[in-house]
Structures are given as structure tokens and as C-alpha cells.
């Protein structure tokens, strides 16, 4: 199973910013997962690695002993007003940025897996601050198997090399230099320069066939000055939509078709029929069959049919 170096690092910093003392080196170790189902030799490796790439991100570990008057085991914590921003003067456009990388919380389970890490740390009776972790309320998942990797990638600025399948067409091999990750219509994609076709490019994660391969070290490519990847998305991303779909769809269900909907009108205690634009019929489809029969399709015809399409086929894989 890959190592979700991420959920770790995140999970790093809560235990030793929520602490009020300092953390000793087996207290950090019971607190986070990955470290405690690791030897001990892989999780002096892991921790190591960890605390120097949280310097290099500018997260300040700070070493001390529990004991001012007596040189006792050395610990660790991150001090919160060395690690807090100041107040900051945000646009609309700004703000909405940073609500998105909040969401980003729901992903890998980071809540769950913070949640106990902090109920370890009180279990060993340490005195933990929760209110430092308020974040906001998680909208969004990644459950893409490629997600860690390229959002590292994209972060780091690692060329990447992947599988990618596109509907309709055979799977082909692309190398990339990743520029950002974005969220469209609850779908993360990777944007970047793809470098066979000699252009940017976006890229569907859910597409992303097999493991994605590193090509090249962190820091090995420059991202273009200036880069919007909101705009390079509005440039790649499909023209607008030109088509409605009647949905029928079941009461508390299909939130994300709710929200591109035009017109939602109840017709009856379980079920509303929405009206939802779309450009491809098949990228609805695949999104309306993901719902199964909470979802029913009542026009047109060509989504309807894409929609049977799918189903039989995850039907027949399942079999």
C-alpha cells in the first residue's frame, strides 16, 4: 500500500501544534498511524524525513525539554504564534481560494485520522488546545488513487508520467509537468504541460489509469510566471453547455446534478425532477450513473442511453 506521506505531514503538524508541551519522539509515534504501524527503524526514517521537509515548507519545529530545571528526554512542538498568519485582507476571489483548500480536509480521511491522534494524546495525558484545528466544513472528497501523488507533484514541481484514457479513445501514455490541481463540478484535475504535445493541458484524475510514475527531481521545472490555472481550465475545459437533460432524482439525492440544475420542481414525497445543462452527454452520464437509481434519466435519449451504458458495464464487471 503506497504511503500517504501527506496525511502524515498534516497529521504532524496537528499533534505538535495542538500540544501544550513538548512531545517526546514515542508519544508522536502512538499518536500518528503511519509512524506507529512502522518499525522502529522506518519510523526514525519517516519522522527524520518529515520534520525537514515541514522546514522546508517553513513550519518550524522547535526541540526542547519538558523540564526547564532538568535535561529530561528532548521533545518537539510547533509553536502557535510562530505558525499562525496574521490577519489578512482577503478579495472575494482570494477568500474563495482558501475555501477551497479547506475542503481539501475531507480527503484520505485527514479529520478521522487527526481525530485520533488527538484522542491518543489525551489518552497519554497530554494537554491538547482543539481549537486550533476549527476548519471549515468539508465539501469535497478525493478519492482518486492518483490524487496524493499529483497533488505532491504539482506542489513540489516533479515531472510526472501517467496512463490516461479519455472517452471514447484508446489509452495513451502522457508525461507532464504539473502546474496545480482544481476542483470543476465536484471532479479534480490536474493541470500542466503536457510534454509530447508541446501545449498545457488538463487532465481528469478519475482517468488516470494504473500507478502514476515521477520523472524528474522536485524543483526541476519552473511553472510559467503569471500562471491562472482557473483560466488555463476555462480555456481547456469543454465549450459551454448547449443541451438540457430532464432528471429525475430522489429526494436528499444527487447533490452534485442539484447544484447544476436550472429548474427543480417536486413530484411527489420522494422524488423532484431537475432540469440540468450540459455540454457532453457522456461526462453527465458517467456522473449520473455514479448515483445508480437514485438518478433516472427522463430525456433525451442519447444520455439515457449512455447512462444504460454504463451501468450494464459495471454490471458485467462485477459479475
Known sequence: MAERKTERLMNLIF?????????????????IADYRDSSQQAFERKFER????????GIKVEMGS???????????????????LPDLALTRE?????????????????A????????????????????????????LSADEPSFDVMWEAATRRIPVAFTYQRPGQPAAKR?????????????WYLGGYDLEREAPRIFRLSRVLGDVETTGEPGSYEVPEGTDMTKVAAALFPAEPDSLAVLRVRAGRGQSL????????????????????????WDLASEIASYGSDVVVVSPQEVRDQVVLRLRAALDGAS
Open 15 to 31: 499533534a505538535l501544534l495542538v500540544s501544550r508541551q513538548y512531545l517526546s519522539k514515542e508519544q508522536i509515534r502512538q499518536a
Open 112 to 139: 478521522g485520522e487527526s481525530t485520533t491522534a488527538l484522542v491518543k494524546l489525551k489518552a497519554a495525558g497530554i494537554e491538547v488546545d482543539p481549537d486550533v484545528l476549527r476548519m471549515a466544513e468539508p465539501k
Open 50 to 57: 518529515d520534520k525537514e521537509e515541514l522546514r522546508e515548507l
Open 175 to 187: 508525461q507532464v509537468q504539473p502546474w496545480g490541481i482544481i476542483s470543476w463540478h465536484d471532479r
Open 66 to 84: 519538558k523540564d526547564t530545571y532538568f535535561e529530561d528526554e528532548v521533545g518537539y512542538r510547533i509553536r502557535r504564534d510562530e505558525a499562525e
Open 258 to 281: 442539484r447544484r447544476l440544475a436550472n429548474v427543480s420542481i417536486p413530484i411527489d414525497d420522494e422524488h423532484d425532477e431537475i432540469e440540468v445543462p450540459y455540454g457532453s452527454a
Open 94 to 110: 482570494e477568500a474563495a481560494v482558501l475555501g477551497l483548500a479547506a475542503q481539501v480536509w475531507e480527503h484520505a480521511g485527514l
